[in-house]
């Protein structure tokens, strides 16, 4: 079995996708690799496939797509990661070469990822506006659309940054709002599993809100 048939019976791409970073979320969907993402547009499973631009393929073509290396090095390189045996018999010892992710390669992978984690955040505000919206003029403003209000055009200002920014502003973006966005992401995740919003009322009585 050579590396080609050895890496497509062995690991998936929704396998690679996890292996390298890709944020993957529910559903199996995730922000193409290939284009530009607003929203999560590509369907990972065994093979991927972009509703927005059409990219499809194997792991293999995943992997290229992600590193944009040649079919041999994403293959090798899927051996070598993955720990996968194979046979070449044009090589006596074949070793698979690891392939360093280039720093345009990573600041992709943590574009993509920021993007998606803020595209999520940015639609719940959205929905927390609509929701928590007051219905009579002296109620109590909710925490969820104060916080609504005070972030959604700064949260939109983000994303649109790392959809349309030059590579040092999203490079800037990154390194200043890095852990946020882990910690956000953390908070949404919450949010799906239990139903929280992940703030309560600040009892001082001015309308504002607070993180738990």
């Not at 995730?30 to 972009?50: G, L």
């Not at 609509?130 to 403003?141: F, G, L, N, S």
């Not at 703030?199 to 738990?212: F, H, L, M, P, Y």
Request: glycine letters at 8%; one cysteine or more.
């Amino acid at each position: 079995m050579n590396v080609f048939e050895a890496v497509k019976q062995s690991v998936s791409t929704r396998q690679a996708a996890d292996m390298y970073g890709v944020k993957v979320r529910r559903g199996g969907m995730a922000c193409c690799i290939v284009h530009e993402d607003r929203t999560p547009s590509m369907k990972v499973d065994n093979r991927f496939h972009c509703f927005g631009c059409g990219a499809d393929g194997d792991v293999i073509d995943f992997v290229m797509q992600l590193y944009g290396i040649g079919s041999m090095e994403a293959a090798q390189k899927l051996a070598s990661d993955f720990g996968i045996s194979y046979d070449n018999k044009s090589r006596a010892s074949p070793r698979p070469v690891q392939r360093k992710v280039s720093q345009e390669q990573q600041l992709r992978q943590k574009t993509n990822y920021c993007f998606c984690v803020l595209c999520d955040y940015l639609h719940l505000l959205e929905h927390w506006k609509e929701v928590y919206a007051p219905k009579i003029d002296d109620e109590r403003w909710h925490p969820c659309f104060v916080e609504a209000l005070q972030k959604l055009s700064y949260i939109e200002y983000l994303t649109d940054i790392l959809l349309h920014g030059e590579a040092e502003e999203k490079a800037a973006l990154i390194i200043e709002h890095g852990k946020e966005v882990v910690q956000l992401e953390q908070r949404i995740t919450g949010i799906r599993a239990g139903n929280s919003t992940g703030i309560e009322a600040d009892n001082s009585g001015d309308g504002t809100a607070k993180e738990r």
